[in-house]
C-alpha cells in the first residue's frame, strides 16, 4: 500500500436507513456511500490495485424492501479527526432517507464487523385479520420443527437450506387487524435468516407488512 493510501484512523457510523431508501439494494447503497464521502470531503483511504476504491466496510447488507435504524459502517481515513467534524462533514451531503446517528473511534486493526456478527433483530408489522392465538400457535410449530426446507435463488440457480437453524427467536403482540413480530436471527460468516423467508414460513408472506432491522449482534458485544 502506498504511503497515501496508508490508512491513519478508523471510524464507526451508526446510521439509519429509513422508508426513502427502502427498495435500493446494498450495491446502489455502497455506491451512495462513495459519493457521500466525496462531497464531504473525507480524508478516505483507497484500496491498491487497478480499480481503487474508498475503503470502508457495511456490517451488513439489508435485503431489499427493509429498513434499518442500528446500522453500522466503519471509514479508514488517512486523517485523525474527531468524530464531531465527521458528523458535521456527513450531514450536508446526506439523501434524504439515510440518517447518521452516531460515529465513534475504533481500533485501526480491529477484526472486520463481518468476521464477529452473530445476530440480528427485526421488527415485523403485519397486516392481518387472524387472532394473535393462531399466529402464536404458528411461531411455536415452526420453533418446534426439526426443520423447516426452505429454498433460495442464489446464483442463478435455486437452493434447498434449513431455515430452522437460523432463526433464534420469535415472538408476537398485537390484535387483529394488526400484528408486531419480533425476530432474532442467525446473521454470521456461517449462514444468515431473512426475515421475509421467516414470514413466508409462518404463512404471513403475502400479508402486507414492513420489516426493520433494529439491532446487530456481535461477538464483541458480549
Known amino acids: 500500500?502506498?504511503?497515501?493510501?496508508?490508512?491513519?484512523?478508523?471510524?464507526?457510523?451508526?446510521?439509519?436507513?429509513?422508508?426513502?431508501?427502502?427498495y435500493i439494494s446494498h450495491l446502489d447503497?455502497?455506491?451512495?456511500?462513495?459519493?457521500?464521502?466525496?462531497?464531504?470531503?473525507l480524508p478516505v483511504a483507497y484500496s491498491q490495485g487497478f480499480n481503487p476504491r474508498p475503503r470502508?466496510?457495511?456490517?451488513?447488507?439489508?435485503?431489499?424492501?427493509?429498513?434499518?435504524?442500528g446500522e453500522l459502517l466503519d471509514v479508514w481515513l488517512k486523517e485523525t479527526l474527531v468524530p464531531e467534524?465527521?458528523?458535521?462533514?456527513?450531514?450536508?451531503?446526506?439523501?434524504?432517507?439515510?440518517?447518521?446517528?452516531?460515529?465513534?473511534e475504533v481500533a485501526l486493526r480491529a477484526p472486520s464487523m463481518q468476521s464477529q456478527m452473530r445476530a440480528a433483530d427485526y421488527r415485523a408489522v403485519v397486516r392481518s385479520p387472524e387472532p394473535v392465538e393462531a399466529v402464536e400457535a404458528r411461531i411455536q410449530a415452526l420453533l418446534e420443527a426439526p426443520?423447516?426446507?426452505?429454498?433460495?435463488?442464489?446464483?442463478?440457480?435455486?437452493?434447498?437450506?434449513?431455515?430452522?437453524?437460523l432463526i433464534q427467536e420469535v415472538r408476537v403482540q398485537g390484535a387483529p387487524g394488526t400484528h408486531v413480530l419480533t425476530l432474532r436471527l442467525q446473521t454470521s460468516p456461517e449462514g444468515a435468516g431473512r426475515p421475509e423467508a421467516v414470514l413466508e414460513a409462518l404463512g404471513l408472506g403475502l400479508a402486507l407488512?414492513?420489516?426493520?432491522?433494529?439491532?446487530?449482534?456481535?461477538?464483541?458485544?458480549?
Open 147 to 165: 426443520a423447516v426446507l426452505r429454498q433460495r435463488h442464489h446464483k442463478g440457480r435455486w437452493q434447498s437450506y434449513d431455515l430452522r437453524p
Open 29 to 41: 447503497l455502497t455506491r451512495t456511500w462513495e459519493r457521500i464521502f466525496r462531497r464531504a470531503g
Open 209 to 222: 407488512h414492513t420489516i426493520t432491522r433494529v439491532n446487530l449482534l456481535f461477538e464483541f458485544d458480549k
Open 1 to 22: 500500500m502506498t504511503e497515501d493510501a496508508t490508512p491513519l484512523h478508523r471510524v464507526r457510523v451508526h446510521y439509519a436507513k429509513r422508508e426513502p431508501l427502502r
Open 85 to 104: 467534524e465527521i458528523v458535521t462533514r456527513l450531514l450536508p451531503s446526506l439523501p434524504a432517507g439515510l440518517e447518521v446517528l452516531a460515529v465513534h
Open 56 to 69: 470502508f466496510q457495511i456490517a451488513a447488507a439489508l435485503p431489499v424492501g427493509v429498513t434499518g435504524r
